[in-house]
C-alpha cells in the first residue's frame, strides 16, 4: 500500500496544470516527504512562473539603472561619392565629374546627468524585484504545505485500510466459526446469514 503515496503526491504537484518537460519518473518504493517535496519544486509548474517573474522584475531593473551609465555609440559609413569640377585651360573652361569612395567612422559617448523620474523608475522596480521574490517564497511555502498535507493524508489512509483488513479477517473468522458450530449443531442455521452480511460489509 505504501506504494500508492508516490501516485498521491504526483497527482498533487500536477493539480495546478501539466509541467513543461518530461513528466517526473518515480522510484519503485515509497518517499520520504523531503523527497516528495524536492520533487514537487522540480516539477511545479506555479512554482516555475514564480521563479520566471523573478528573473523578469531583475531584469527590468538592470534595465532602469542602466539609464545611470554612459552610452556609446558606434557610426560606420562607407558608400561612394560623385561631384563635379572644373578646369582652365587655354581653349576655356572644362568641367568634369569625380567619383570615389567614401569611408567614415565615429563614435559618440554620451551620458544622460539628470532626468525627471528616474529615481522613481527605480525605487518602482527594485520594489518589484522584492515583491517577485516574496511571491516565489510564498508558492514554495503553499507547495510544501499542499504536499505534507497530501503525504499525511496518504499516510492516515494507509492505516484505515490496515484497520479495514483487520475487520475483514475477524469478520471471516466469525463466519467459519459459525459455520463450523452449525454444522456440529451448536447453533442454528439462521446464524450464518448475519455472519455473511459482516463479511460482506467489511469487504465493501
Known sequence: MRALIPVLIAAAVLLTGPAAGAPAELPDRPLSLEECIALAHQHSP??????QQVISA??????TLSSYYPNATFIATQGRTAGSSFVETPAGTVAFTTSGRRREAEVLLSQTIWQTGRGY???RARHTVRSALAAE?????DLELSVAQRYYSALAAEELVKVAEANLTAARDHERQVKARVEVGRTAPADIAPAEADVA????
Open 46 to 51: 506555479s512554482l516555475a512562473i514564480a521563479r
Open 58 to 63: 531583475s531584469a527590468a531593473l538592470d534595465r
Open 121 to 123: 523608475s527605480v525605487n
Open 137 to 141: 517564497s510564498a508558492a514554495a511555502q
Open 201 to 204: 460489509d467489511a469487504e465493501f
